[in-house]
């Protein structure tokens, strides 16, 4: 079993910034993914970023240029940093670490509030 500790969500004006981090603890040799999905109200929950275990990263279209994520491997974290928000970055943002292409190894954090509202 893997744990998750999700941190950082908050309320921020458009334009603003946030950073989230998520720490994973447990059985974690087997995970080479990391990443975050976000899920706003009547949506789809869509994955945001991911960072492999080879630094590798992607990102959806709306984010880029003003997300970045990162780990730090000595504390299993994940990171997202947010800039420029916009009041469409508004959702519960979930970190999710897995390993690539086996189901059984696939785990979720408890989610994280971001609103980005005037």
């Known amino acids: 079993q893997v744990q998750l500790v999700e941190s950082g969500g908050g309320l921020v004006q458009p334009g603003g910034s946030l950073r989230l981090s998520c720490a994973a603890s447990g059985s974690i040799s087997s995970i080479n993914a990391m990443g975050w999905y976000r899920q706003a109200p009547g949506k789809q929950r869509e994955l945001v970023a991911r960072?492999?275990?080879?630094?590798?990263?992607n990102y959806v279209d709306s984010v880029k240029g003003r997300f970045t994520i990162s780990r730090d491997n000595a504390k299993n974290t994940v990171y997202l940093q947010m800039n420029s928000l916009k009041p469409e970055d508004t959702a519960v943002y979930y970190c999710?670490?897995?390993?690539?292409?086996?189901?059984?190894?696939?785990?979720w954090g408890q989610g994280t509030q971001v609103t980005v509202s005037s």
């Open positions: 960072i492999t275990s080879g630094s590798s990263t």
């Open positions: 999710n670490v897995r390993r690539l292409y086996d189901p059984r190894v696939n785990y």
